[in-house]
């Protein structure tokens, strides 16, 4: 019952000028269950969520939470998601609309370096939200995705130039006493650090992954290197 939620707000997007989107159904992934996290990262996965600016996640409630195979896709990248917009959309068969699904979710999106909006839409009782043949029966949803999705872009797009041109004042002087700035793989300009994150690590020294976007095409890349050094 969550599909004609996510096709519902694809549409909605797909209207606004300068938005691209597409649909990505976890269900049909197929990822390993007997490892978790990046150690069964997919590839595709990878290159759309590294591509993308915002996500928009239709998460249908489970006993007072999300879905677990929701949380087994999205552990599977890290770097992809830091600095990028999100929002949340509560699909639950009862009266909240998958409010307390979505409230367990949050912490998780923070920790994955996702920046989440102020807006969510509820679809509550969502088996009489739409006909047989998937079309809203129920108009008064049109105007709360509106709003979500207005704010959805502003963070997207404040993130974006965040990324690209806003430099992350640590990395600054990494740069500047030693480490050459990376230069984008695209198109070869220098790139903005915008980010970094510690990697867990089997060794003595703490491992730092450094995020960069290129302000000329927006490509993302990264490095690793020892905590306190240039990288």
């Not at 996510?6 to 990822?31: F, H, K, P, Q, Y």
């Not at 920046?115 to 679809?123: H, K, L, Q, S, Y």
């Not at 959805?152 to 130039?161: G, I, K, Q």
Request: with cysteine.
């Amino acid at each position: 019952m969550s599909l004609p939620v996510a096709e519902l707000m694809v549409s909605a997007l797909s209207g606004r000028a300068e938005v691209e989107t597409e649909l990505i159904d976890v269900a049909r992934m197929w990822l390993p269950v007997d490892d978790a996290g990046e150690a069964i990262k997919d590839a595709t996965f990878s290159a759309r969520m590294s591509r993308a600016d915002a996500l928009v996640l239709v998460s249908p409630e489970y006993n007072h939470g999300y879905s677990g195979l929701l949380k087994h896709v999205l552990d599977t990248c890290l770097k992809e998601y830091i600095h990028k917009a999100v929002g949340v959309v509560g699909v639950s068969a009862g009266p909240f609309g998958g409010t307390r699904g979505i409230e367990a979710l949050l912490p998780v999106l923070r920790e994955l370096g996702l920046v989440t909006i102020f807006w969510d839409v509820n679809f509550s009782m969502v088996q009489n939200v739409f006909d047989g043949s998937g079309a809203l029966r129920d108009q008064a949803y049109l105007p709360r995705i509106d709003k979500f999705l207005d704010e959805l872009v502003w963070m997207a797009r404040t993130l974006r130039h965040g990324r690209e041109h806003v430099v992350l004042e640590s990395g600054a002087r990494r740069v500047a006493a030693e480490a050459k700035p990376m230069t984008c793989p695209s198109c070869g300009r220098e790139m903005n650090q915008h980010a970094e994150k510690l990697v867990p690590s089997t060794g003595s020294a703490d491992v730092v992954e450094t995020l960069h976007a290129c302000p000329v095409c927006g490509t993302g890349a990264s490095r690793r290197g020892e905590a306190g050094k240039a990288r």
